[in-house]
């Protein structure tokens, strides 16, 4: 009878392994496929997917964590643009490109500001005001991009770079956001 007892606890043993291998196997395909069905809707589905994948939350995120991570990749990255800007300040040889780049400096700051209000309006599924700071996010280093077509100064390769990614990755919330009051995002 000690034979039966222990067959069936190795049974009932490799029963519960299977199922949680099975339980989060699921939860790996559906989270790929959210970030999937999210991504696809980017203006650069790669970008998007990195940015979301580059947090350890992803694996068992919903679309409210999806868009935490999404805002706080967001955020960093318009710090260290923000960085990039002072540092281009320091480097400018004359009056007019200093001029631009404090203007764009004033840019990335109001972007990290409406960036950290976000989580405040996804905590309290006010998705609309997210959806607007998210958007003046995105908005304000296209401002900072605009200052330099207008005038014979010269854009830094590597600011113009940092500005289409931080525009990218609003973007992301934005769509998330749409997703998360029902809105339908073409």
Do not use: W
Not at 90 to 101: I, L, M, Q, V
Not at 120 to 137: H, I, P, Q
């Amino acid at each position: 009878m000690a034979l039966v007892h222990k067959h069936s606890y190795i049974m009932a043993s490799s029963l519960l392994f299977v199922a949680t291998l099975v339980v989060a196997f699921s939860r790996t395909n559906a989270t790929t496929d959210l970030i999937g069905s999210i991504c696809r809707k980017a203006q650069r589905p790669a970008t998007c997917t990195r940015a979301l994948r580059s947090d350890p939350r992803t694996k068992s995120a919903d679309l409210n964590t999806l868009a935490a991570i999404a805002i706080d990749v967001s955020t960093k990255h318009a710090k260290t643009s923000h960085a990039l800007v002072q540092s281009l300040i320091t480097g400018a040889k004359n009056p007019e490109s200093k001029s631009r780049y404090s203007s764009c400096l004033d840019n990335y700051q109001d972007s990290i500001d409406s960036l950290q209000r976000c989580l405040d309006f996804l905590k309290n599924k006010d998705y609309g005001s997210l959806d607007s700071y998210a958007s003046g996010a995105l908005d304000f280093p296209e401002t900072c991009d605009n200052d330099f077509k207008e005038a014979a100064a010269r854009e830094s390769g590597k600011l113009k770079a940092a500005s289409v990614k931080l525009q990218d990755l609003c973007d992301v919330i934005l769509i998330i956001s749409s997703k998360l009051s029902g809105r339908v995002v073409e």
